[in-house]
């Protein structure tokens, strides 16, 4: 499957911004999907995962109660909203596609998009 994010930018800190994943491919329904970033001179992170059926999604400890990740299977798109943004979220933000029912954060594999640019000013 090929991925291509977008909806990244420029926002102020306490602003808003969802980034989407679009995905190719005839059987999106059973991939599970995540989101990671990474900012500079930082490792890649997990930020959200959600299984194929978009019914059960966890977060990392740093987005938890402020960014949703939610998907579309008819439209072979997932979504990430990010809520009340601190300059700590700034970083570029990668779509995951891992063919299996839930998604592993801890041990990422699969398809990869290219990355979309989150800053958050203060």
Known sequence: ?????????????????????????????????????????????????????????????????RFTISRDNAKNTVYLQMNSLTPEDTAVYYCN?????YYSGGAPFGSWGQGTQVTVSS
Request: hydrophobic content about 40%; aromatic content about 12%; some cysteine.
């Open 97 to 101: 596609a891992q063919r299996a029912q």
């Open 1 to 65: 499957v090929q991925l291509v994010e977008s909806g990244g930018g420029l926002v102020q800190a306490g602003g808003s911004l969802r980034l989407s994943c679009a995905a190719s491919g005839r059987t999106f329904s059973r991939y599970a999907l995540g989101w990671f970033r990474q900012a500079p001179g930082k490792e890649r992170e997990f930020v959200a995962g959600i299984n194929w059926s978009g019914d059960s999604a966890y977060y990392a400890d740093a987005v938890e109660g």
